[in-house]
């Protein structure tokens, strides 16, 4: 049972570009959030989706950056016209549909993202 | 608001036991979870606590207070593979989901 699968594991951009990170669940998942870490700093939400809706965005930047988790195939974080201040981890995280207990997040490896 | 305060750093010896603190003042909770990241690598679920009182796993044990807005984690016979950063987070109830919101985490460093 494969976990939670991200790629690219790094990307290198140049200012102005575009980025696309992808992200699939682990297996009986339903649920993904996306995390930025900065270096030496904490996990940051950014954006909580289901299958084709996104339930909690709180945490996106108002500008350049989507996401999206279509019916079929891997959910997509899109960086637009990147900036250097966008060079971070980009963490996936899945959990199952049932919210009962200690269900819990499972964390991809994480797509590294540098711009130039 | 969401606030969750840890150490920043800790050191330790080999064999030895360490407490890692982490106190939250949060809007909403829904449950306590610590993670384990080591360097270029994905957090890994350690524990969640939901009610007051211990939660022992082998050599980790984690402790919650929901009336002091306090957490620790124990490791015990400290390993060198131990040296790693420890991530506390508190699930928000609000909006469904698993929304953690997560410290700075707390960088240990396990020494001969």
């Known amino acids: 049972n494969a976990g939670v699968m991200q790629n690219p594991r790094h990307l290198v951009r140049r200012r102005g570009q575009e980025a696309r990170l992808r992200c699939s669940p682990m297996?009986?998942?339903?649920?993904v959030y996306w995390y930025r870490q900065l270096p030496e700093e904490g996990l940051k939400f950014m954006v909580y989706?289901?299958?084709?809706?996104?339930?909690?965005e709180s945490g996106m930047p108002k500008e350049r950056f989507s996401a999206e988790f279509p019916k079929e195939g891997p959910s997509i974080l899109r960086i637009q016209q990147v900036v250097r201040g966008d060079s971070a981890a980009y963490f996936c995280?899945?959990?199952?549909?049932?919210?009962?207990?200690?269900?819990?997040?499972?964390f991809g490896a994480g797509s590294r993202l540098t711009v130039l | 608001g969401q606030n969750i305060d840890q150490p920043t750093e800790m050191t330790a010896t080999e064999g030895a036991i360490v407490q890692i603190n982490c106190t939250y003042q949060?809007?909403?909770?829904?449950?306590l979870f610590w993670y384990q990241q080591h360097a270029g690598e994905a957090p890994t679920f350690l524990s969640y606590?939901?009610?007051?009182g211990l939660e022992e796993k082998g050599r980790f044990s984690s402790f919650l207070s929901r009336s002091k807005g306090y957490s620790y984690l124990l490791l015990k016979e400290l390993q060198m593979k131990d040296s790693a950063s420890y991530l506390c987070?508190?699930?928000?109830?609000?909006?469904?989901?698993?929304?953690?919101?997560f410290g700075t985490g707390t960088q240990l460093k396990v020494e001969l």
């Open positions: 606590n939901v009610l007051d």
């Open positions: 987070a508190v699930r928000d109830p609000t909006g469904g989901g698993n929304k953690l919101t």
């Open positions: 995280a899945s959990s199952p549909p049932s919210l009962s207990g200690a269900n819990v997040l499972t």
């Open positions: 989706l289901q299958k084709e809706n996104i339930i909690d």
């Open positions: 949060t809007s909403g909770f829904n449950g």
């Open positions: 297996k009986g998942h339903s649920h």
